[in-house]
């Protein structure tokens, strides 16, 4: 039985640089991304992450390195991928003044649909994202998660081959969120590729079936959300407590049984490294034996908050200096 031919990558970049005066807002990024899949590039804000895209998207060109998208170099080849790849961006790139039905059918005319086949595309998206009863409205008077959802549908009036989104949630509630996710999913299963920059830890973890940490405009680490938790080590004992006050007691003992206690922003958790199901539950009777109350507790691996905070040393939402506009 042969074993299935591995899919091309659809993103190759090597060395990408791009500075801004001063600044050097990306410094020596390789990416390899597999066609098909959905890839993460996390980093707080500042990292370089949207300054990437750009040039992966032929908006930006690099002052060193190259890239080749779905095949078709970056500077040479631009019209060819600007052909092949869609964008959206963290700003809405809808008018305001139309309606959402007004917008779709505008842009599949600019991209070339006669006009029945535009309003019917326009028609199969509105649907698709959940806001047909309101094709009628004016886009400004749209919440923010539909404003969203019309602008992801707006970059697929013509179906791309890869689908750049900058941070496609960034001000949603969870609602909203949780919708823009599964529209991520439905893409990723029709075969779209899917570059997804996010400083949303969660968001990572929930999507993508790779992810490259992005600092200070480098590439940290590179791996699937599971090899960057078991980068940094083993799973973690948490620990919550009934009573706040109980903690400096529970810290001791905690750190009798297993080591390195982690004291969490929540003034009764706490938290300690631990991959052995049997010590924890002997830590766990040493915690009962000293008469602290235990509200609940959970063993697993490392959050991907824990890992960007151990390879990077600050967490992922700390404000960084903002990247310069293009």
């Not at 600044?23 to 890839?39: F, H, I, M, N, Q």
């Not at 083993?234 to 400096?248: E, F, I, K, M, T």
Request: glycine content about 12%.
């Amino acid at each position: 039985m042969t074993s299935p031919k591995p899919q091309a990558l659809a993103i190759e970049a090597e060395g990408l640089v791009k500075s801004f005066g001063e600044t050097k807002a990306v410094d020596g990024v390789d990416l390899s991304v597999r066609g098909g899949s959905v890839y993460g590039v996390l980093g707080p804000n500042g990292a370089g992450k949207t300054t990437t895209i750009r040039m992966l998207a032929t908006l930006l060109r690099p002052d060193a390195g190259s890239a080749r998208v779905l095949g078709h170099d970056v500077v040479e080849e631009g019209d060819a991928v600007r052909a092949a790849v869609s964008l959206t961006g963290q700003m809405a790139s809808v008018d305001e003044d139309l309606t959402g039905r007004e917008n779709l059918v505008l842009l599949g005319r600019l991209l070339g649909l006669k006009r029945g086949a535009a309003k019917e595309r326009a028609t199969e998206l509105l649907e698709a994202f959940g806001i047909a009863e309101a094709a009628a409205r004016l886009v400004k008077n749209y919440s923010g998660g539909m404003r969203r959802r019309l602008d992801i549908a707006a970059s697929l009036v013509v179906t791309p081959q890869l689908l750049f989104l900058d941070e496609p949630t960034t001000g949603l509630d969870p609602r909203s969120r949780n919708q823009v996710w599964d529209i991520i999913r439905a893409l990723s299963s029709s075969g779209t590729t899917i570059l997804l920059c996010t400083q949303y830890l969660e968001e990572a973890d929930q999507l993508a079936d790779g992810i490259a940490v992005i600092d200070h405009g480098r590439v940290i680490a590179e791996g699937t959300p599971g090899q960057l938790k078991a980068s940094v080590g083993s799973g973690a004992l948490h620990v919550r407590l009934l009573d706040p006050d109980q903690r400096p007691e529970a810290e001791q003992l905690l750190l009798r049984n297993l080591g390195g206690v982690k004291l969490e922003p929540d003034p009764a958790a706490l938290s300690v490294g631990c991959a052995d199901g049997n010590k924890a539950a002997e830590a766990l009777a040493e915690l009962a034996r000293g008469g602290v109350q235990v509200a609940d507790f959970s063993l697993g691996q490392p959050s991907l908050d824990e890992v960007f905070l151990a390879l990077t040393g600050h967490p992922a939402e700390e404000e960084e200096k903002e990247e310069q506009p293009a």
